[in-house]
């Protein structure tokens, strides 16, 4: 075991004499050298973990199909090349991780032969072509991730097999097809990710899978409504469903939120439906995924993109809030800064919203984000919004492409703590204020396309 030794150079050639080994360690070494071929005359070997150690070359195909072999390390090595072999009959193999390397090629259909395979980590770089219908044979595998290649074609519904796994990672490839309710035979799953594909049809009933806690399928193809059952799992902290089709909420509705209510320690801390075909005012039950009452812990809502309209909702305890891009017309209540109490960050830009801009939004403590931008807004900047870059440490206020009037206050504090003011495109007047000046953070001021007078 000689991790972390700070070893250089090649792997010495002496190992070789050492025949008897069953584990050996070279993680986190500068090895800038290739994987001896040796090793695979190791007959007592069981484990091999060299991570982390600048190895380049190709890898020994025949490491692979040591019989004795239960855990295989090669991960974060990113000069490594090789190929997954021809895996023999009844290997021991529980553990391979490849993860970071060069490694390319197909799955092999004889990747079903190593039934003892708990862990796959695949992730980043090169594998191409479909899962094999042999992956079936895994049934003790608790954790498969083939996330950021180049896999392609459907899931099989031999997965549904894998009763055992807990993590399932399959994001960043080109699958396609439906994700069928025979995936909900895995009930043990705690994380799964399947963004950036090509899944189309329908999201399945995940009524079965209790212990899900990420559930993240954005950036695919899939239209239809989005199952209320889904908010119901009582472990489930995070739902990204953004960059879909989805055109609403299904007709469970009522049922399901009886259901839903009943759970008093619901975990949800994020959800993100931006960039679909919601419709409609915001659901109801979304508007109780939060709130001291039942106890719940929304952090993070993200509704973009689609196609909302009403009115803006009350929504306390939630820190970032984004409600861009929809179709919301109305004016934002006088007393929205009570809701806002512990809000980072409140986008409402590229809607219809009108009137005024409430002067309780100066009392939202956290408030770094405040982006109303391309709305109708009309009045004045209210002072305490200038100084709350000094009390409350608001960063980044975008108020461009309104229907603002008056002067940008003389309000400016000795800490102001501003990276961004966008101003440009409203009817302000007047001079640009000195005390701007104690800005020194400033990234970015826009005033363009106003009335302003600067002095040189």
Same mark, same amino acid.
């Given at each position: ?143 498969? =991730?083939?996330? *950021? &290649? ?6 099989? +519904? %031999? /997965?549904?097999? @894998? !009763?055992? #796994?807990? $993590?399932? =990672?399959?994001? *960043? &490839? ?6 069928? +309710? %025979? /995936?909900?035979? @895995? !009930?043990? #799953?705690? $994380?799964?990710?399947?963004?950036? &594909? ?259």
């Amino acid at each position: 075991m000689l991790s972390s030794c700070y070893l250089s150079g090649s792997i010495d050639s002496s190992l070789r004499n050492l025949q008897s080994l069953s584990i050996i360690r070279l993680n986190g070494n500068k090895f800038f050298a290739p994987v001896p071929d040796f090793f695979a005359y190791f007959k007592n070997l069981t484990s091999l973990e060299i991570s982390s150690s600048w190895l380049n070359g190709k890898f020994p195909e025949k490491i692979f199909q040591v019989p004795t072999l239960r855990t295989l390390d090669l991960s974060h090595n990113f000069l490594l090349e090789g190929y997954l072999p021809e895996f023999p009959p009844n290997g021991s193999l529980q553990t391979m991780k490849l993860q970071d390397t060069l490694f390319s090629g197909t799955l092999p259909p004889s990747i079903g032969n190593l039934k003892m395979l708990s862990t796959i980590m695949l992730e980043r770089y090169n594998f191409t072509g479909p899962i094999p219908d042999t992956i079936a044979s895994l049934k003790q595998l608790v954790h498969l =991730d083939m996330s *950021y &290649n180049g896999f392609s074609g459907s899931i099989p +519904n %031999s /997965m549904a097999s @894998l !009763t055992r #796994l807990v $993590y399932l =990672d399959m994001s *960043y &490839n080109s699958f396609n097809g439906l994700i069928t +309710n %025979s /995936m909900m035979n @895995l !009930t043990r #799953l705690v $994380y799964l990710s399947m963004f950036v &594909n090509n899944f189309s049809g329908s999201i399945p009933i995940f009524s079965m899978t209790k212990n899900l806690d990420i559930l993240d399928l954005s950036q695919n193809s899939q239209n239809g409504q989005i199952p209320i059952s889904l908010f119901s799992l009582p472990s489930l902290r995070s739902v990204q469903l953004s960059k879909n089709q989805f055109s609403g909420f299904n007709n469970q509705f009522s049922d399901q939120m009886k259901e839903f209510c009943n759970i008093s320690s619901h975990l949800l801390e994020y959800l993100s439906l931006g960039s679909n075909n919601l419709e409609g005012p915001i659901p109801i039950f979304i508007l109780e995924l939060q709130g001291p009452i039942l106890n719940l812990s929304l952090k993070n809502l993200n509704l973009p993109s689609n196609q909302l309209q009403g009115q803006l909702p009350m929504i306390s305890s939630v820190q970032y809030l984004d409600f861009s891009s929809n179709r919301f017309h109305s004016s934002i209540p006088a007393s929205i800064g009570q809701s806002l109490a512990s809000t980072i960050s409140f986008s409402l830009s590229s809607n219809k919203f009108y009137g005024t801009i409430p002067r309780s939004i100066c009392n939202v403590a956290n408030l770094e984000v405040l982006d109303l931008s391309n709305n109708s807004f009309s009045g004045t900047i209210p002072e305490c919004l200038i100084l709350m870059s000094g009390q409350t440490h608001l960063q980044v206020p975008d108020l461009r492409t309104n229907n603002l009037n008056g002067t940008i206050p003389d309000a400016f504090p000795n800490n102001c703590s501003l990276q961004f003011l966008a101003l440009n495109e409203n009817r302000l007047g007047g001079e640009l204020p000195k005390n701007l000046a104690n800005c020194t953070m400033l990234g970015l001021l826009d005033i363009g396309n106003n009335r302003i007078e600067v002095y040189h």
